[in-house]
């Protein structure tokens, strides 16, 4: 069965960079868009961002543009969440899901990983 699993979560300090990894098996990760999404404590879960396929275009959250960058390695089959200036809200467990239809595209997702947590703390 197809399977997305994140890593790189971590407690680090604000200001802190982290680098996430979504990586599928069984799954060819080309064809498909790639959204992280995030869920901090006793909060919904919102999208962080996401990356099409093909062209490899991303869009991003507010809350995170600017400090989020969203890149994929379509050769290792992985999609990276780059995260600079890490600020406590940023604290979540942090998922990618995968979409063959693209960003946005409205439907449920295809694939979800198990999550990787980060936290931001002194």
């Known amino acids: 069965q197809a399977q997305l699993m994140e890593s790189g979560g971590d407690l680090v300090q604000p200001g802190a960079s982290l680098r996430l990894s979504c990586v599928a098996s069984r799954l060819s990760l080309k064809y498909y868009a790639v959204a992280w999404y995030r869920q901090a404590p006793g909060k919904e879960r919102e999208e962080v961002g996401c990356?099409?396929?093909?062209?490899?275009?991303?869009q991003y959250a507010s809350s995170v543009k600017g400090r989020f960058n969203i890149s994929r390695d379509d050769a290792k089959n992985t999609v990276y969440l780059q995260m600079n200036s890490l600020e406590p809200e940023d604290t979540a467990v942090y998922f990618c899901a995968s979409d063959i239809a693209g960003c946005s595209s409205g439907r449920k997702a295809d694939y979800w990983g198990q999550g990787t947590r980060v936290s931001v703390s002194p």
């Open positions: 990356i099409s396929s093909g062209d490899g275009s991303t």
